[in-house]
């Protein structure tokens, strides 16, 4: 039986680097797309919504 790749699978070590690469990038994508959205919040609405909003991207 040939064994398949799962999550919880030990890898080389050059893999594990270039996942790791792969998430910290998506991390900080989605990090500045959220300070934006904050900062822009800020510039034209005095107060928080009383109820919850949803965040879109463009």
């Given at each position: ?9 030990i ?8 996942d ?21 919040w ?17």
């Amino acid at each position: 039986m040939k064994p398949v790749t799962g999550a919880f699978m030990i890898m080389d070590a050059d893999t594990a680097i270039a996942d790791a690469r792969d998430i910290g990038r998506e991390v900080h994508r989605m990090a500045i797309v959220f300070l934006r959205n904050w900062m822009a919040w800020g510039l034209f609405v005095e107060g928080l919504p009383q109820r919850g909003f949803f965040v879109r991207r463009p």
